[in-house]
């Protein structure tokens, strides 16, 4: 499920069923003019990543609006508002947090966050729409499906 | 025709190659099985509402496989190209069997023998829920009503899929 109107009715229904919440962490930044596109790449690439598990799993998980923030932002803070987001969701009985993330520099705040942060390794690539590109890309989805199940189990 | 073929195929494989040399990527896709029988040699074309999924009548067995497909589609504000996908299989009749892969309690894809415990059925891995291979739901599991089917036809040996339509409930 999505946060919009439709899905959410949904959602207020048959919460106990729904209690995952995916949650991409997206970076953007405007100081390295030479990074400027691989950024906004990662953020293309992000959401069809968020996308494509959404829709393998929409009975069971909320894909929430993306958790945003500047590349170079000291992630010792960050981490903080971050669980600030996955605590408001646990007002309902969501039990699971997965974080999506192509960022390594989280890696070392791992244990502070209360989330389960699934790192990913970037795919360099003029346009994702290849066959070979979308085949990696389906692939990758499909392992990061059954590891949020291994969560589920 | 043959040669523009070929200049496309030239340059997925570049893209390919260039693109692999993350090698992790790579060889994450060649060691685990593509479970999906994706990507038809074919490009789609239009015959009426359906689609062709790029699946040829022949190379339907009776063991079901997931095709996918593109459709446009216009949703509210947005027009864009979705992707949609099926089981197909021949039942013991020899009949072609076309079944949504939407789980029919929350919407989760379904896979044919997704779970080790219960061979011969769909499996949907969000609430256990179970369909027998006709999409008839298994009874006390979640799902409430059978898998949808899809209208489909066959023309020129290849198959022809259009809208899930739902079925009477078990
Ligand atoms: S979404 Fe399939 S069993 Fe709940």
Redesign the interface.
């Known amino acids: ?1 999505k946060w919009k109107k439709a899905d959410v009715e ?1 959602y207020v229904q ?1 919460k106990e ?2 209690d995952t919440i995916l949650l991409p962490l997206i970076p953007f930044q405007f100081s390295q003019d030479k990074d400027i596109e691989l950024v906004a790449s990662q953020n293309d690439l992000l959401h069809i990543f968020a996308s494509e598990i959404e ?6 998980v909320m894909l929430l609006p993306s958790y945003h923030y500047i590349s170079s932002a000291a992630k010792s803070e960050e981490y903080l508002r971050l669980n600030s987001w996955i605590q408001e969701t646990e007002k309902q009985p969501f039990e699971h947090a997965i974080l999506l993330t192509f960022d390594a520099s989280w890696k070392k705040y791992e244990k502070e966050i209360t989330g389960n942060l699934i790192w990913l ?1 970037m ?4 346009s994702f729409d ?7 890309i ?3 989805v ?2 990061i ?1 059954e590891m949020i ?1 291994a969560y589920w189990q | 025709m043959s040669d523009y073929k070929q200049q496309v195929s030239r340059r997925q494989f570049l893209n390919y190659t260039l693109t692999g040399v993350g090698g992790f990527m790579a060889a994450g896709m060649l060691a685990s099985p593509l479970r999906m029988a994706i990507d038809p040699v074919l490009q789609p074309s239009r015959s009426g509402d359906l689609a062709n999924v790029g699946l040829a009548e022949e190379d339907i067995t009776t063991e079901p496989q997931r095709v996918e497909w593109k459709v446009e589609q216009v949703d509210g504000w947005y027009e864009s190209e979705v992707t949609k996908s099926a089981w197909v299989f021949k039942n013991d009749k020899g009949e072609i069997v076309a079944l949504s892969p939407v789980c029919k309690h929350l919407g989760c894809m379904v896979s044919w023998e997704g779970s080790e415990k219960y061979p011969n059925e769909f499996f949907c891995p969000c609430h256990d829920g179970r369909y027998y291979k006709d999409g008839t739901n298994v009874p006390g599991t979640p799902p409430p009503e059978p898998l949808d089917v899809f209208e489909q036809k066959v023309e020129n040996g290849m198959l022809f899929l259009g809208k899930a339509h739902p079925r009477k409930g078990a």
């Open positions: 499920m949904k048959a069923y729904i829709k393998e799993l929409a009975g069971r390794p795919i360099q690539s003029e290849s066959k070979q590109i979308k085949g990696l389906k692939n990758q499909e392992q499906c199940r």
